[in-house]
């Protein structure tokens, strides 16, 4: 199956979806940034330890992983408004 452009051609998105596409884009722009140079801050702030570096990342992802679940079993008790 072949896409074509001009397919897409006559589609318009309303203003709102238009400012949510932007709102992501530029969230995922800033998460790559700091994903990108907040291991470096990092690495200088502990004193050229990677190791530390990965830990914090670690403590970082585990505590991610733990708030998530718990904010996804709040939102199903409590529902979304």
């Known amino acids: ?3 074509n ?3 897409y051609d006559k589609v318009r998105f309303s203003p709102n979806i238009l400012y ?5 884009l530029l969230m995922q722009i800033g998460a ?4 990108a140079f907040g291991v470096i801050y990092f690495y200088e ?5 990677i ?3 990965l830990v914090l990342y670690a ?4 505590a991610f992983v733990i708030v998530t679940h718990l ?7 409590l529902g979304m408004k």
Do not use: H, P, Q, T
């Not at 790559?32 to 994903?35: F, K, M, P, Q, T």
């Not at 403590?59 to 585990?62: K, Q, S, W």
């Open 1 to 3: 199956m072949k896409v």
């Open 5 to 7: 452009m001009l397919d």
């Open 20 to 24: 949510l596409y932007l709102n992501r």
């Open 32 to 35: 790559g940034i700091y994903g």
């Open 45 to 49: 702030k502990f004193g050229s330890s």
């Open 51 to 53: 190791e530390k570096v």
């Open 59 to 62: 403590l970082l992802y585990a």
């Open 71 to 77: 904010g996804a079993k709040l939102i199903s008790s």
